[in-house]
């Protein structure tokens, strides 16, 4: 009899769906009628309705569904929230990175109101994700604190110094830190062999490892690989700071896995690239190296020397008017470094070609199918030309620029830089289970590179904000 009040049931349904429509489950929110467009499909998904509840994605379906909530998605499309995997979060001491402690100190109104817009610039600009390379636990739970905020993880940074491991708390401009603390000292050697520093990466929770090869950093391969073999059984990969041709062979004899920045340039090297160059490039294609181009880091640099750059629109949904209005000061160029407030033609010249050869790079490895990962390196300097957010968005036109698919570009943005960090089954897709931090766009991203501007709403753990409410425009001024 239970059976046949089933199939009577389930008839009776058949003729009568708005009755059944009635009583189906009305609970989350449903972004209805909308086109989701994810890396692990092989073509966007059009008329699709995905449910959310309790921050993760409960629902993708080819059916209406109802929710407690509906928000309308016709003529919309739904994408994973953004990674950047390579940037340096200001938090405590933070202040904004051009700036001096003494300028802070004077400041304390446009600190706080520029610490507060950081995190909403990024959301601004699509990443919901980001990777801090130089950070720590501590910094990285007082950064997701914040209630409006990427979802922030961290990367122990460790140097092989005259032999021996040390951990590397800060980046090298770090925010009024001085140069003694950015590097601890060995107190005990027991504690900083290849094991024991891992072991410590892994209890912090970090979930990688960086390196670094450069000037008052080069180690030896020998110093170095230890240390690979050491995360790597551990199931954490290791970046590495490796911004040179001889550094990026480093990386390929050590074996690390994601190389952090583009080829630039020694003073006088030409802009193409030897066969030397391009024998690295092979050995990083044939090892499945990931590889962050950061060729806006250059561009960043390079935008110093234009007088009209903080007048720019998209400069300002990242900053504060009061923190551009100390920019434009004189007060302004404090942090700047000297070489760039003096570069002339020569100087500007010399940036132009660095570009010229990421570019060139970039070119070789999109046409190899490299593994390319998205890092935008904000902020890369003592300077104001890498805003939280927009850096990353001005470097996906390096990369389409470059030469590089669409569709490559977006799973870089995605699920590539996801799976490289373990965070696949939590986030870069749109499938059931996932964390819903999503974007809600005009235009597809499969279309142009253009799409990523037309975000209209955010959803942070489920949660949908207009993308207006996170621009600096609606910032709270001292």
Same mark, same amino acid.
């Given at each position: 009899m239970k059976k046949l009040f089933v199939v009577v049931a389930a008839a009776s349904c058949g003729l009568s769906l708005f009755a059944c429509a009635l009583h189906a489950p009305r609970t989350g929110l449903v972004v209805s009628d909308v086109t989701v467009v994810s890396p692990e499909r092989s073509s966007p998904l059009p008329h699709a309705y995905v449910r959310i509840v309790d921050g993760r994605i409960a629902e993708v379906s080819e059916q209406r569904l109802h929710g407690e909530a509906d928000i309308d998605g016709q003529g919309r499309y739904l994408i994973p929230g953004l990674i950047d995997s390579h940037v340096h979060l200001a938090v405590a001491p933070g202040f904004p990175a051009p700036m001096t402690s003494k300028q802070a100190a004077a400041h304390p109104e446009v600190v706080a109101t520029a610490l507060e817009q950081d995190p909403? #610039?990024?959301?601004?600009?699509?990443?919901?994700?980001?990777?801090?390379?130089?950070?720590?636990?501590?910094?990285?739970?007082?950064?997701?604190?914040?209630?409006?905020?990427?979802?922030?993880?961290?990367?122990? !940074?460790?140097? /092989?110094?005259?032999?021996?491991?040390?951990?590397?708390?800060?980046?090298?401009?770090?925010?009024?830190? #001085?140069?003694? /603390?950015?590097?601890?000292?060995?107190? +005990?050697? /027991?504690?900083?062999?290849?094991?024991?520093?891992?072991?410590r990466v892994e209890a912090d929770g970090a979930k990688c490892v960086k390196t670094i090869y450069e000037r008052g950093f080069m180690p030896t391969v020998e110093e170095v690989r230890p240390l690979v073999a050491a995360a790597h059984a551990r199931e954490l990969p290791v970046f590495i700071h490796a911004n040179r041709q001889r550094a990026q062979r480093f990386a390929v004899d050590v074996g690390a896995d994601v190389i952090v920045h583009g080829m630039w340039r020694d003073p006088g090297e030409d802009v193409a690239l030897d066969a030397e160059a391009h024998a690295v490039l092979d050995a990083i294609v044939r090892d499945k190296i990931g590889y962050q181009p950061t060729t806006q880091v250059i561009a960043g640099l390079l935008d110093m020397t234009n007088k009209n750059y903080l007048a720019r629109a998209d400069v300002a949904d990242a900053y504060p008017r009061a923190l551009i209005d100390l920019y434009k000061s004189t007060e302004g160029a404090a942090g700047t470094p000297l070489w760039l407030r003096l570069a002339g033609a020569d100087a500007q010249n010399g940036l132009r070609g660095t570009i010229d050869r990421a570019t060139e790079v970039t070119r070789i490895l999109a046409r190899a199918d490299a593994r390319l990962l998205f890092g935008s390196d904000?902020?890369?300097?003592?300077?104001?030309?890498?805003? #939280?957010?927009?850096?990353?968005?001005?470097?996906?036109?390096?990369?389409?620029?470059?030469?590089? #698919?669409?569709?490559?570009?977006?799973?870089?943005?995605?699920?590539?830089? !996801?799976?490289?960090?373990?965070?696949? +089954?939590?986030?870069?897709?749109?499938?059931?289970?996932?964390?819903?931090?999503?974007?809600?766009?005009? /235009?597809?991203?499969?279309?142009?590179?253009? !799409?990523?501007?037309?975000i209209q709403t955010v959803f942070l753990h489920g949660r949908p904000i207009e993308r207006e409410e996170l621009s600096a425009h609606t910032a709270r001024e001292p």
């Open positions: 909403k #610039s990024f959301l601004f600009f699509g990443f919901t994700t980001v990777i801090d390379l130089v950070g720590s636990a501590e910094r990285t739970a007082q950064w997701n604190a914040r209630e409006l905020r990427p979802d922030a993880y961290f990367c122990s !940074a460790v140097a /092989a110094v005259n032999g021996q491991l040390r951990f590397v708390p800060f980046p090298y401009f770090s925010y009024g830190v #001085s140069g003694d /603390a950015q590097v601890l000292p060995v107190v +005990d050697p /027991a504690l900083h062999t290849p094991q024991a520093i891992i072991a904000t902020p890369s300097d003592l300077i104001y030309t890498n805003p #939280s957010g927009l850096n990353g968005r001005l470097e996906m036109d390096h990369w389409i620029a470059a030469g590089v #698919s669409l569709e490559k570009l977006f799973r870089a943005l995605t699920i590539d830089n !996801a799976r490289m960090l373990r965070l696949q +089954d939590q986030i870069g897709t749109i499938e059931r289970g996932k964390t819903a931090n999503l974007l809600l766009l005009r /235009a597809n991203p499969l279309q142009s590179v253009k !799409a990523y501007d037309t």
